[in-house]
T-cell receptor
Framework: GAVVSQHPSWVICKSGTSVKIECRSLDFQATTMFWYRQFPKQSLMLMATSNEGSKATYEQGVEKDKFLINHASLTLSTLTVTSAHPEDSSFYIC??????????????FGPGTRLTVL | QKEVEQNSGPLSVPEGAIASLNCTYSDRGSQSFFWYRQYSGKSPELIMFIYSNGDKEDGRFTAQLNKASQYVSLLIRDSQPSDSATYLCAVKWDSGAGSYQLTFGKGTKLSVIP
């Protein structure tokens, strides 16, 4: 159980284009999903918390107009990187909280999406 | 500022030995603590969580928590080369309005030498 998928697993795009990344919880309903970014040899940095049916909560320093998050259903959240630039190249990872974990609220991670902006 | 500190390593241990990974955290009110394993180029995989002082064992893994010292550790017994990865310590904290977040340490890179 507690499987989270992401699509695509990798993407290469030209500077200025937009990229959409999907995050799905496959065997549970996730009212909350999280989006992280990880640069090489760095830890995971939380970008935003995505809540189903409401606006995402962004961390300080993360541009909400550049990183659009839509949590359209209990099993799907999307992150769109708008007008991507080379400095946006990173490993983007989503996670979902499984409410069926006895209240300890472990987060289960998707496999990640490696974005390369040329 | 919620901070989670880990020694970046690399920590090298021979196959079959015990690997000891340590983590300290700044928020005394933190209640839940998680250890994730991350292989190079992959996303983190949950190994264990702990919320009570003392030890929690799961197979070859033992998590230890000391809230008074704000210290959590992970022991890996009979280390195998397949355990070679970066281990991330994460601390859960309440971000308000019924929400919570995880703050991650930078991770400790473990290398198990055959």
């Amino acid at each position: 159980g507690a499987v989270v998928s992401q699509h695509p697993s990798w993407v290469i795009c030209k500077s200025g284009t937009s990229v959409k990344i999907e995050c799905r919880s496959l065997d549970f309903q996730a009212t909350t999903m999280f989006w992280y970014r990880q640069f090489p040899k760095q830890s995971l940095m939380l970008m935003a918390t995505s809540n189903e049916g409401s606006k995402a909560t962004y961390e300080q320093g993360v541009e909400k107009d550049k990183f659009l998050i839509n949590h359209a259903s209990l099993t799907l959240s999307t992150l769109t990187v708008t007008s991507a630039h080379p400095e946006d190249s990173s490993f983007y990872i989503c996670s979902a909280r499984d409410p069926g974990t006895g209240g300890y609220n472990e987060q289960f991670f998707g496999p990640g999406t490696r974005l390369t902006v040329l | 500022q919620k901070e989670v500190e880990q020694n970046s390593g690399p920590l090298s241990v021979p196959e079959g030995a015990i690997a000891s990974l340590n983590c300290t955290y700044s928020d005394r009110g933190s209640q839940s603590f998680f250890w994730y394993r991350q292989y190079s180029g992959k996303s983190p995989e949950l190994i264990m969580f702990i919320y009570s002082n003392g030890d929690k064992e799961d197979g070859r893994f033992t998590a230890q928590l000391n809230k008074a010292s704000q210290y959590v550790s992970l022991l890996i017994r009979d280390s195998q080369p397949s355990d070679s990865a970066t281990y991330l310590c994460a601390v859960k904290w309440d971000s308000g309005a019924g929400s919570y977040q995880l703050t991650f340490g930078k991770g400790t890179k473990l290398s198990v030498i055959p």
